[in-house]
């Protein structure tokens, strides 16, 4: 299928000979409005031959804002007024010329365009002018008219002063100068134009120019392009100048915006064709926004030239019949515009490869690939080559690593994943003290991810990484517990071994460059560790909030009517001090006054330390501390989501939406906080250690290798060790896969190697002082990542700002965990911070995760019947039902890895992860290549056969239709579009 480009209106078609036809050289000798011929199959001259040529298809372009000026006659007078304005879209002066329409994609009729041809065949053309000022183009330009189609001297003069008049700019107004301006209106009877009718053209910018705010779309480096048509009682026969300066220059006050101009395009002409001239003048602005056309204009040395690139833009078009949709509606912007090499390449997109991790080889596929598919993941075959060559290529981006953090981005982004971070030592450091009877607990939580996290920032090859618990490994130390309490053997010496053999076994994986085995794993495998992870997030914020109903139960038994009968009376043990003290929470109105039992009334924290007991129905009684903890929980997570969606809204200016885009999470958190203590009810807030010392207090800070368990346990460690191995590899490798992919735009290259080797290393540390083991934390690394994302500054009207990449760093991550560290210190502030409101961030987490992979929407397609699904890239190649095969195959190796995860065979999930790989091999003998590039990408040694075979299927069929056209040339006849 070709890409979209404008639409037209519909045309009727008619036979001719070929000898009828005329050439585009010979130009047709008619009057300019009356009709010519064009050939379906282009000449020699025209397009592929002419346009395919590389340093047409690889010219630097600027962005041009062009602008249509179209001459009125108004009370006072012609007058030149501002109609249209084009950066990649059409936007329209409405009736009544006070507002800009929507950005839109331009509908022309398919005479415009015709039109337009006759008119850069027979017009004037000025290629590289040099001119200084607009009067000396317009004088060059009126008399360099071809033989016989000179104008009178006073024809000269008169249409001079008409070019010359300075244009009515349609100016974008602030809302507050807006409201000024309807203000003073009824004072000064209508709105003050920037010029007044009959005003000459200036040469210097006027202010107007230089305050209007649309300038802020315009992208840096761009460069103007000048259209003006109109009719002209004076004038018999139409006058046409297409001009190109040699060098862009300022043209005073001609633009809207004060912009080098490069382009100029003249149609004056009869009266009684006014709507023809304004839509030839749309159509020239519609092709100069084509960049290919652009690219042939900027390096165009004749007309022909320029015939060639309008008869590739014709190549492109899509017809519209009339009568089958409405002209005048406005078709919105794509939100994803196809790249220029799939028009320029040799071989149409629909016949390219889907190579392994080429992401334009499949033309609109949306299939990420490889993550690297340089030298990154290539044996050098020597030990530890793998290693320095990662030295060598993040060496000398170590200093911009921290220099880049300078932007006001990174404290967001430090604010937000510290708190993440927190949560996530918090919740784990819990569960791994309930695991191992506090042998690990929240404190030794806090300082492993602080110091782990500082020197893997400090030292790895992709410092965007957040190194964290994860539930996998929270698994196998459950697991470790539970057998060495079997076994009477002492958890943290059997643990050092362990963590011992797993940095040893780390380091000889790094050694032998066993990260070139990433390769293999495809979308299939990331998709599944990262749907688990996300799906422990999203499973673990559920059930902290669920448990909330056991620690602060719902009153259930309250009954209006009862409400007298509800009390709480101290019963101290000794005689003579027992005393009645109502601690029920409710109004004091509806609570019963009962006679206290003793004359002095206690509290009910007096009353337990006094060694009483609290007896009455009421005792029980707390408000309902789970609703209002699922109301901060679920409001969270939805502003958390609604204010990450405010940079697209259409409310509030750029920069406001992007600032709030950027710090919602915190923005979310400081909201709901404030929330929480406005309420003052006694909600569950974080609870950080204040003090260091072990959770534990039968253990120390450094962990003795020897001496509780017998001597061999240091040999029998190797085959746990090995199960650990084999899941922080994937683990930690998964994660790197994810991060590094292409799609993210990474400029400083990945690690592999030099990151595994820090965890190995760091293996060694948090095992010899009793710290949880660490890997790269799926979610929270992608969190990391999407806040620190980059988006060009400005963007042409309709639209949507470019993704330029990450704001790769080290200084966020290493600001992380150095505030994670004190955090024992800031224990004061951070009490304040309600648990629900951290677990509605894991639970945003978790989601946004979730739906970054391709296989949430595919479970969704599940549910859809097919006229509604969306119009994706795969269904387009691959059958549904071979879609849901594959999609239902991934949901079974969802669940099995998860049931294995949960049950007491949690102890081979390592290994089970493994087994995602050699699944993911076995599908070959169950779906074709060609459906796996394009639901999956290929493994290695499938993705260079396929080229192959594809690249044969291609020129075979290359050389049928080269024959095919050429057999067409000689012999069949051609197709005459007749517009007359």
């Known amino acids: 299928m070709r890409a979209h480009v404008p639409g037209v209106d519909g045309v009727a078609l008619q036979a001719a000979d070929a000898s009828s036809q005329p050439r585009p050289e010979e130009g047709n000798h008619e009057a300019p409005y009356q009709g010519f011929g064009c050939s379906i199959f282009p000449s020699s001259t025209a397009p592929a031959a002419a346009l395919q040529q590389e340093d047409w298809r690889d010219t630097a372009c600027p962005l041009l804002f062009i602008q249509l000026n179209q001459l009125l006659s108004t009370p006072a007078g012609l007058e030149w007024r501002e109609t249209a304005r084009w950066i990649k879209f059409e936007e ?27 008119c850069l065949q027979k017009g004037t053309l000025l290629l590289d002018l040099d001119a200084p000022s607009f009067k000396e183009i317009i004088e060059k330009a009126l008399s360099g008219q071809s033989e016989g189609a000179e104008l009178q001297p006073e024809l000269r003069e008169r249409l001079a002063a008409l070019l010359l008049l300075q244009p009515r700019h349609q100016h974008t107004l602030t809302p507050l100068r807006l409201l000024a301006q309807l203000g003073l209106a009824p004072c000064r009877g209508k709105a003050k134009s920037w010029a007044e009718p009959g005003a000459q053209l200036s040469e210097t910018p006027l202010k107007e120019q230089l305050r209007n705010r649309f300038k802020k779309k315009v992208p840096p480096g761009s460069e103007a392009a000048h259209i003006a048509v109109g009719e002209v009682e004076f004038l018999e026969k139409p006058f046409t100048a297409f001009i190109r300066l040699r060098q862009a220059v300022a043209l005073g006050s001609l633009a809207e915006v004060p912009l080098p101009s490069r382009f100029l395009f003249i149609l004056l002409g009869p009266q009684a064709k006014e709507k023809a001239y304004h839509e030839v003048g749309r159509a020239m602005a519609t092709l100069l926004t084509d960049e290919f056309f652009q690219r042939v204009a900027q390096k165009a040395e004749h007309r022909g030239d320029l015939i060639a690139g309008m008869e590739a833009f014709l190549d492109e078009l899509t017809v519209l019949p009339p009568g089958k949709w409405d002209p005048n509606a406005r078709i919105p912007p794509l939100s994803c515009l196809p ?31 490889y993550p690297c598919t340089g030298e990154e993941l290539e044996r050098t075959g020597r030990l530890f080559g793998g290693l320095l060559r990662d030295i060598r290529r993040k060496a000398p981006w170590y200093s911009s690593d921290f220099s880049d953090a300078l932007h006001p981005q990174c404290l967001s982004a430090v604010l937000y994943i510290y708190l993440a971070t927190v949560t996530n030592a918090i919740t784990f450091g819990g569960m791994l003290g309930d695991a191992t009877a506090n042998m690990q607990g929240v404190l030794e939580s806090f300082l492993g991810t602080a110091f782990a996290g500082f020197v893997f920032c400090l030292f790895s090859g992709q410092p965007l990484t957040i190194l964290s618990s994860t539930g996998p490994m929270l698994v196998f130390e459950r697991l470790l517990f539970s057998f060495s309490q079997d076994h009477s053997l002492h958890y943290l010496e059997f643990r050092l071994w362990i963590g011992l053999w797993v940095a040893f ?60 009968s509800y009390s709480c009376v101290c019963n101290l043990s000794s005689p003579g001090h027992s005393s009645a003290g109502n601690n029920t929470p409710l109004p004091s109105a509806l609570a019963p006054q009962q006679p206290p039992t003793a004359p002095t009334g206690l509290s009910r924290s007096q009353c337990l330390e006094q060694g009483g007991q609290l007896l009455g129905t009421s005792c029980q009684y707390v408000p309902d501390i789970t609703l209002i903890s699922f109301l901060l929980f679920g409001g969270t997570f939805l502003s958390c989501s609604a204010l990450k969606r405010f940079r697209s809204s259409r409310y509030f200016p750029a920069g406001v939406r992007k600032l709030v885009s950027d710090f919602a999470i915190i923005l ?48 029998v460690s190797a085959v746990p060790a090995v199960l650990v191995t084999i899941l922080i590899f994937m683990d930690q490798q998964i994660t790197a ?72 760093q080290r200084l966020t991550g290493i600001a992380v965990f150095i505030l994670t560290g004190l955090s024992v210190f800031m224990a004061p502030v951070l009490k304040h911070i309600p648990m629900p409101v951290l677990y509605g961030v894991f639970l945003h987490m978790g989601v946004a995760a979730l739906n970054s992979i391709q296989l949430t929407d595919r479970v969704r397609l599940l549910l859809m019947p097919a006229k509604h699904q969306p119009d994706l890239a795969y269904l387009r190649h691959v059958p549904l039902r071979r879609v849901h095969l594959f999609t239902i195959i991934q949901l079974l190796c969802l669940a099995l890895l998860w049931v294995v995860k949960s049950t007491v065979a949690a102890i081979i999930f390592p290994v089970m992860l493994l087994a995602l790989v050699g699944i993911r091999k076995a599908l070959e003998r169950v779906f074709s290549l060609h459906d796996l590039s394009w639901l999956d990408s290929l493994l290695p040694e499938t993705a260079s056969g396929e080229a192959e075979r594809i690249q044969a299927r291609r020129q075979k069929k290359d050389e049928s239709n080269s024959e095919e056209c050429e057999l067409m040339h000689r012999q069949g006849p051609e197709i005459n579009i007749s517009v007359n």
């Open 92 to 118: 329209k002066v409405e009736d009544g010329g006070e507002r800009w329409s929507a950005p839109h994609v331009p509908a022309l009729p398919l005479h415009s365009l015709f039109q337009l041809r006759t």
């Open 339 to 369: 790249s220029l090499h799939r028009r320029t390449a040799v071989h149409p997109p629909d016949r390219q490869s889907h190579s392994n991790g080429d992401m334009a080889a499949g033309g609109d596929r949306a299939n990420p690939g």
């Open 505 to 564: 076994f780390g380091v000889v994986l790094v050694a032998t460059e066993a990260s070139h085995l990433v390769r293999y794993f495809t979308r299939f495998t990331e998709e599944g560790f990262c749907a688990l992870i996300s799906l422990i997030f999203i499973y673990d914020s559920l059930k902290k909030m669920l448990s909330l109903a056991d620690t602060f139960p719902i009153n259930w038994q309250y009954r209006l009517d009862n409400v007298t």
């Open 668 to 715: 979310a958190i400081l909201a709901f906080c404030a929330v929480d203590a406005t309420l003052g009810l006694e909600t569950p807030k974080l609870l950080v250690p204040s003090e260091l010392k072990p959770t534990n207090p039968e253990r120390g800070w450094i962990i003795s290798p020897f001496g509780a368990n017998p001597w061999w346990v240091c040999l």
């Open 737 to 808: 896969v994810i991060l590094n992919r292409r799609e993210y735009k990474l400029q400083k290259g990945a690690g592999f190697h030099l990151d595994l080797l820090c965890v190995s290393l760091l293996m060694v540390a948090t095992s010899a002082t009793g710290l949880p083991w660490y890997v790269s934390a799926t979610v929270i690394s992608l969190a990391h990542m999407e806040s620190l994302r980059k988006e060009s500054a400005t963007s042409a009207p309709g639209e949507h700002p470019e993704f330029l990449g990450i704001r790769e």
